[in-house]
């Protein structure tokens, strides 16, 4: 299991030291500084095994978060509690930075006691970790017995992430399906790969304990329901085109996954507040928003001629916004002349980049960018890389296709029923990595 | 209020400062002066001087203070063991505060006091906190369990607390049933013997109830633990399987991969026949492809793993080449692994695909990414023999590029395209030769030197290539200076007229003036051979190579096995066992992947059931790379053998040498080196006639100098007891009875002939009816004088194999018809298949590695050989004797691992791998053929053999 926990800023100095296990030595907070944080080398492997004793390792802007343990432990787990971890951080205290490190320090050891227990993650749900670990520290004295049962029982219980008794004057719900698609085209169109990841992230305000089930167009419900229906005909004339196939979707953990496993439904008691209900994958039959038409020529050897053409492939009654495309130059570039129709295009020599924006644009239209780019003569041999074109946007639609159909709240204790809930559903498409070569 | 100015305290007498603070009256002081501590303790400065004054501030009611000076207590307890015990009272106090939380916090944070004289006094409360009310500090108690047992084991078991323990994995709450099952774990593995965890399906169904409820991490510890056990047959297996897979939907990456632990193992039993195996295959694949989408730590953690279930189940993933495309952005490490994945996955399909993106690759800007690139054009081109052509040109426009370390790795890669495909790409030696001198690397330069000599006949100026790297002999790697001895040997012997001064040159330097002993070794026996007989000195050197395989850098596969088994974990990671990397006893007992049995046959022999031929599964289906078997069995291999291309050219041939002074000059002159696999495959299911090859043996005495596999001298063929083939009753008073012999290379039936009748019996004569293996008599039967009442006689007949060949159930079965001057009978018998062991069975070793790899999967067949008393050696030799070749062998962790070969008298070659465990009468026994129906006789014929 987990034998120790550092935090180091960007010099390598120790910040928080909280070690868990015996077979684990002050000296193994030196090895992982000399070896890793003060190494020459790029960091090559964020594993790193060093005199017999194992180093994790992520990185937070400037900070670096480092398990140690000299035993064969589940590595995925590892690295899942030190994302947990910073988001447990982020939640009580904002940015991890060295600051907030060194302000929350006493806080953080109170954490580290609370969520690793001998090297064991335990609980690690903000929302419940809220309720005890306060910096009002005195606040355990004043509670009454029911209220620390009610603690201790939340922590431990099969519903750790919601408490008892909420209460809202108005139910609300607030739903973002957000995907972020991704792309990998050849020069001459010819996608290389493309896949969305989506996001479905909730908001929820409900009283007491409501049993939700939240509902999509996934194919395999529709064509389920469309065989148990009327007549198979009928079926198939809805969900058609409107159902998508999902490639595999996780959860959050409220929702029982062997419900969805046998019934595909997605049913749960939400978490108060905001969270990730799940998230997916799709491949198949993907709206691509944007089209990147490149065109490098080579002119001599001290120029070259670019020419990036962009057209957006969706109704032409919805835009798109903040639309950045970033065409790479090389690294001996002198100087860059630019022409484009729409928006506007610089070149960012320290970026080596020329990046051009435009605000916003509207559903099947062109435009276009010329530039010409000056190269100072040089000796080196290596050919220049030429690395991919790529795109940011942001649309008001799934480009996966993913359509909510319904979101039910029961909740048979309280007199409220799913009329009086109040839902906001919204579709949010942004660029993942989104690049053509060219 | 910001604590960081705590870090800043730096000046002098501060530790008098702080003390003064410490005994402040003043609450808030107190409190401010602890954390002034705590931060020093944090930057490694001793405060351990301040060890009372803190003790003293313990008694508080205010939580964060006592949570911070428990801290202290913990990181200091054991430098001042004496201070410690004022702080009992405190703990024991704390232990039955109302407040659960400080039940908790007292019971968890002595558990981390590693003084003995604390812990006598813990026992009490940990008992009463296991028992709390409160599920919250019993989950806490059950882990202070696994505090205490690492301090001291002893006390834990006496005082019970690991039946307790136990109890509490039927504990009503998730948590404390996941506490418990990870704290029992961990006990578990430093007791390897125990049956702590006593899991049975009872307990497994806890355990898979608790596993819906319990929080993300309980769900992680409750499937490591599950992935230890052995579920008793399929049906339980298929039934765990259901109730896991759920759990591949979780936002937890560890979840999932800990899940696919489970499932990969339980799959091991399930029949491949079966729906739901193809279900279950199909559904592992969306969940490891979305591991990719998670953040690239994890990634590279998914990667690892992914690496070894594509080599033990490369059907999940044959179809989703794509997603291991690697993107502009990903980690230096994501890429790398990725990389790896693609050629593992490259097939003839999506071939065209997988080479543009490594010629994208090749023009990137990490070294180590490039050079990885390039090569993996190469193997694609050794996989892909349809690829192979436009590798090559691939290849040639990357060595235009004239990038340094681009160039060199082409030439690494180009060598090997030339020995899977001889004679079809030579034309672009000439751009190869034009590289020369900026190669700087030995791996470049020694590949450059052995397509020179190889190709030297072609080369117009080889001598003068091959003389300019000779001037700097001395300063050339080991393994350039044995390249270019052998290549300019080669030289020699294909333009003898030109180089003979060049030659004389290298053997001197390589034999006199070079202290490295394998080069002088290789220097004399090239001399000797030069100087005793040259036609053979060509026959050795210039002999046909060996294939080389497809695959590389292959787990070999217990090790594979045994990985698959730590799927998630740091094994998985570094591709190593864990006793490789963890120090003591956790972690050092090996696992392995159950065997298949099915429901229906008992527990108690499961060998039965694979034995009884019922699809058994085809576990190992591959070699250690050839680089590491070689390098075990020849020290003369000149690659180190971690090098991950194919072995270097020149160790086939000279192994050539080694076996041609071991005295297996016959088979290799035979031309048996290239044939044999040939000659193995020519044979399908249905044996056809093939003229039997009833060499001589092969000479012993100075062969078996040289076998480093450890045989001894060959000992007897085993020959079974006679039986009574024909009794008296049924021939009219004619009892024969009779057994088979191999003697000296032929195949004899020994028959006792018994007159039990009251007249004399004349005119024998024998026929055999059409079988399997086309045994016939090779002379008449010789019974010279009649044979008298009561009167025996024995009669040895020689057999031939070129009789007509029929197929029969067994496949041994020999119908026989004895005819006497009274009337025929017809009888049956079996002969044992060791008989038809012929004496040249012994493989070449890189023919057997590519023979092993070559055969299907499905030819694969397992049985067990139990209650055999022999140690490997012995084991080995007594095969020998019944001309059964041991041909390598190796040892594994106690395990010693014998690789052999058998060729049957119609050329069909049988590869076995043996298992033999020091201290396990139970022999593992692998055997793979083209023709898989011998697989049982062949197995029977070990079991006789060993056993006798």
Same mark, same amino acid.
């Given at each position: 299991m987990i034998g120790g926990l550092f935090i180091y800023n960007h010099k390598g100095e120790v910040l928080i030291s909280r070690v868990y296990?015996?077979?684990?030595?002050?000296n193994a907070v030196d090895a992982f500084r000399v070896n890793?944080?003060?190494?020459?080398?790029?960091?090559?492997?964020p594993v790193t095994n060093i005199a017999r004793t194992s180093f994790f390792h992520v990185k937070r802007s400037n900070i670096w978060l480092a398990v140690v343990t000299k035993q064969n432990v589940n590595a995925a787990m590892v690295f899942e509690f030190l994302y947990k971890m910073c988001d447990v951080m982020a939640s009580y205290?904002?940015?991890?930075s060295e600051e907030n490190i060194k302000n929350n320090f006493v806080l953080i050891y109170e954490l580290l006691d609370e969520i690793l227990d001998f090297g064991y993650p335990q609980n690690s749900e903000t929302g419940s970790l809220k309720t005890f670990i306060t910096?009002?520290?005195?606040k355990g004295q004043h509670q009454t017995k029911e209220e620390q049962s009610q603690i201790t029982s939340q922590v431990?219980?099969?519903?750790?992430w919601r408490r008892e008794g909420i209460k809202y004057r108005r139910n609300e719900l607030f739903l973002d399906v957000l995907e972020s698609v991704n792309l990998l085209m050849s020069?001459?169109?010819?996608?290389?790969s493309a896949h969305v990841s989506g996001r479905v992230v909730m908001k929820s305000y409900l009283s007491g304990m409501p049993e939700c089930k939240f509902g999509m167009n996934d194919k395999i419900i529709i064509d389920k329901a469309g065989k148990g229906g009327v007549t198979n005909e009928a079926g198939k004339s809805t969900s058609g085109k409107q159902s998508i196939a999902i490639d595999d979707c996780t959860f959050n953990q409220c929702v029982r996954l062997s419900k969805f496993d046998s019934e595909r439904s997605i049913s749960f008691i939400p978490p108060d507040g905001?969270?990730?209900?799940m998230r997916y994958r799709t491949t198949k039959d993907?709206?691509?928003p944007f089209r990147v038409i490149p065109l490098v020529r080579e002119v001599g050897r001290t120029k070259l001629e670019v020419k990036v053409v962009i057209k957006s492939n969706f109704k032409p009654s919805l835009l798109a916004q903040k639309i950045e495309v970033r065409i790479p130059t090389p690294l001996n570039t002198s100087g860059v002349q630019v022409i484009c129709m729409k928006g506007k295009a610089k070149y960012k020599a320290s970026e080596n980049a020329i990046v051009w924006k435009i605000k916003r644009m509207a559903g099947m239209k062109e435009s276009q960018i010329s530039a010409e780019i000056e190269l100072l003569p040089t000796n080196d041999k290596k050919k220049w890389a030429r690395p991919p074109i790529s795109m940011n946007f942001e649309v008001p639609f799934a480009p996966s296709g993913l359509k909510v159909r319904y979101l039910k709240v029961f909740e048979?204790?309280?007199?409220?029923?799913?009329?009086?809930v109040i839902k906001w559903v919204r579709y949010i498409g942004r660029s993942g990595i989104y690049e053509t070569r060219c | 209020m910001t604590d960081s100015k705590y870090f800043t305290t730096t000046k002098k007498g501060e530790i008098f400062e702080l003390k003064a603070e410490l005994n402040s009256d003043k609450k808030e002081k107190k409190k401010e002066a602890v954390k002034k501590v705590i931060a020093s303790m944090t930057v490694g400065?001793?405060?351990?001087?301040l060890f009372p004054d803190v003790v003293n501030c313990?008694?508080?009611?205010n939580l964060e203070l006592k949570k911070l000076v428990y801290l202290y207590l913990m990181n200091y307890a054991k430098s001042q063991p004496d201070m410690a015990i004022m702080a009992v009272n405190t703990f024991v106090k704390d232990c039955e505060d109302a407040n659960p939380l400080i039940r908790a916090l007292a019971v968890r944070t002595m558990g981390c006091i590693r003084v003995d004289k604390i812990t006598e006094y813990l026992c009490e409360p940990l008992r009463k906190c296991l028992k709390d009310e409160d599920p919250y500090v019993r989950k806490t108690a059950a882990v202070c369990v696994a505090k205490l047992h690492d301090i001291n084991a002893q006390l834990v078991e006496d005082q019970g607390f690991l039946d307790t323990l136990k109890d509490l994995?039927?504990?009503?709450?998730p948590m404390v049933v996941a506490n418990a099952v990870a704290a029992l774990s961990e006990i578990a593995e430093s007791h390897p013997?125990?049956?702590?965890?006593?899991?049975?399906p009872q307990s497994i169904n806890k355990l898979l109830t608790a596993l819906n409820e319990c929080t993300e991490w309980g769900q992680i510890f409750i499937l490591d633990c599950l992935a230890n056990y052995t579920p008793r047959d399929d049906r339980e297996s298929q039934s765990i399987c259901e109730r896991v897979?759920?759990?591949?939907?979780? %936002?937890?990456s560890a979840v999932v991969l800990s899940a696919v632990k489970v499932l990969m193992k339980f799959m091991e039993?399930? +029949?491949?026949? $079966?729906?739901y195996y193809s279900t279950l295959l199909k559904k592992l694949a969306p969940p490891l492809v979305t591991l990719?989408? %998670?953040?690239p730590e994890l990634q590279y953690v998914a990667l690892r793993n992914i690496n070894l279930i594509v080599q033990k189940? +490369?059907?999940? $993933?044959?179809?989703?080449?794509?997603?291991f495309f690697v993107k502009y952005n990903d980690p230096i490490y994501v890429k790398l692994e990725k990389l790896d994945i693609m050629i593992r996955l490259a097939s003839q399909a999506n071939i065209a695909q997988v080479l543009a993106e490594l010629k994208e690759y090749a023009?990137?800007?990490d070294v180590d990414f490039v050079r990885k690139a390039v090569r993996a054009i190469g193997r694609c081109a050794i996989k892909v023999e349809q690829s192979a052509e436009r590798c090559v040109s691939t290849l040639l426009d990357l060595i235009q590029t004239k990038v340094n370390y681009v160039v060199q790795e082409a030439i690494v890669v180009i060598k090997d395209i030339f020995r899977k495909y001889?004679?079809?790409?030579?034309?672009v030696i000439a751009t190869l030769c034009e590289n020369l001198d900026s190669l700087d690397e030995p791996e470049a330069r020694a590949a450059m030197i052995w397509i020179v000599g190889e190709y030297a006949e072609r080369i117009d100026n080889a001598d003068e290539l091959l003389e300019s790297f000779l001037e700097g002999f001395h300063d050339e790697s080991t393994q350039v200076q044995l390249q270019l001895l052998t290549a300019i040997v080669k030289l020699f012997l294909k333009k003898p007229t030109e180089t003979q001064e060049l030659v004389q040159q290298v053997l001197s330097l390589a034999t006199?003036?070079?202290?490295?002993p394998d080069l002088r070794d290789r220097g004399y026996i090239y001399w000797r051979l030069l100087s005793t007989d040259p036609v053979a000195a060509k026959e050795v050197v210039l002999a046909e190579k060996p294939l080389i395989s497809e695959e590389t850098d292959l787990i070999e596969p217990t090790l594979l096995e045994e990985l698959i088994c730590h799927i998630g974990t740091l094994a998985s990671v570094y591709h190593k066992p864990p006793s490789a990397f963890?120090?003591?006893?956790?972690?050092v007992m090996h696992k392995r992947l159950p065997a298949r049995t099915g429901?229906?046959?008992?527990?108690?022999?499961p060998d039965v059931g694979a034995a009884g031929g019922?699809?058994?599964?085809?576990?190992?289906?591959i070699i250690p790379s050839q680089g590491d078997l070689l390098g075990d069995l020849l020290?003369?291999?000149?690659?180190?053998?971690?090098?991950?291309?194919?072995?270097?050219?020149s160790t086939g041939m000279q192994m050539g040498g080694m076996d041609l002074l071991g005295g297996g000059l016959d088979s290799l002159l035979g031309g048996d080196i290239g044939g044999s696999p040939a000659m193995g495959a020519g044979f399908g299911a249905a044996p056809a006639v093939m003229p039997a090859s009833?060499?001589?043996?092969v000479g012993g005495g100075l062969g078996d100098l040289f076998d480093?596999?450890?045989?001894?001298m060959p000992m007897g063929a085993y020959i079974p007891p006679k039986i009574v083939w024909l009794p008296a009753m049924k021939a009219k008073g004619l009892e024969i009875s009779g057994t088979f012999a191999r003697r000296a290379g032929v195949i004899q039936m020994e028959l006792i002939l018994t007159n039990k009748a009251m007249s004399v019996m004349t005119d024998f004569a024998i026929q055999f009816n059409r079988n399997s293996f086309g045994?016939?008599?090779?002379?008449?039967?010789?019974?010279?004088t009649p044979l008298g009442p009561n009167q025996t006689i024995e009669v040895s007949l020689p057999l031939s194999t070129v009789g007509p060949v029929m197929k029969m159930d067994p496949l041994n079965n020999l119908q026989v018809a004895v005819k006497n001057n009274i009337d025929v009978f017809y009888f049956s018998c079996q002969y044992p298949?060791?008989?038809?062991?012929?004496?040249?069975?012994?493989?070449?070793r890189q023919v057997f590695l590519a023979t092993w790899k070559d055969?299907?999967?499905?030819n694969e067949s397992q049985f067990q050989i139990k209650d055999c008393h022999l140690n490997s050696d012995a084991a080995s030799s007594k095969l020998q004797g019944s001309?059964?070749?041991?041909?390598a062998k190796r040892t594994v962790e106690g395990q010693d691992m014998l690789y052999m070969s058998i060729k049957l008298s119609n050329g069909i070659w049988v590869l076995a791998e043996l298992r033999v465990q020091a201290g396990n009468p139970n022999y593992t026994i692998s055997l793979k053929c083209r023709?898989?129906?011998?697989s049982q006789c062949v197995f029977q014929c070990y079991e006789a053999v060993l056993k006798n």
């Open positions: 296990r015996d077979d684990i030595g002050r890793v944080i003060h190494a020459r080398q790029q960091v090559r492997s205290f904002g940015k991890i910096q009002q520290g005195i431990t219980g099969q519903i750790g020069p001459q169109g010819q996608v290389l905001e969270y990730e209900l993907i709206i691509l048979s204790k309280l007199n409220y029923s799913d009329h009086d | 400065k001793d405060v351990s001087a313990m008694q508080t009611d994995i039927s504990d009503s709450n013997n125990s049956n702590l965890l006593d899991l049975n897979t759920p759990r591949l939907s979780h %936002a937890n039993m399930l +029949p491949k026949d $079966l729906d990719l989408s %998670a953040e189940r +490369p059907e999940i $993933l044959k179809h989703e080449m794509k997603v023009t990137e800007v001889p004679n079809k790409y030579e034309s006199q003036d070079s202290d490295n963890v120090e003591g006893s956790r972690g429901s229906g046959e008992s527990t108690e022999s019922s699809a058994p599964e085809a576990a190992p289906s020290n003369l291999d000149m690659a180190p053998p971690t090098t991950s291309g194919p072995p270097p050219p009833l060499n001589a043996p480093l596999g450890g045989v001894g045994l016939a008599p090779a002379g008449p039967l010789q019974v010279l298949i060791s008989m038809l062991f012929v004496e040249d069975g012994k493989m070449e055969i299907p999967n499905d001309n059964i070749f041991t041909i023709a898989p129906e011998v």
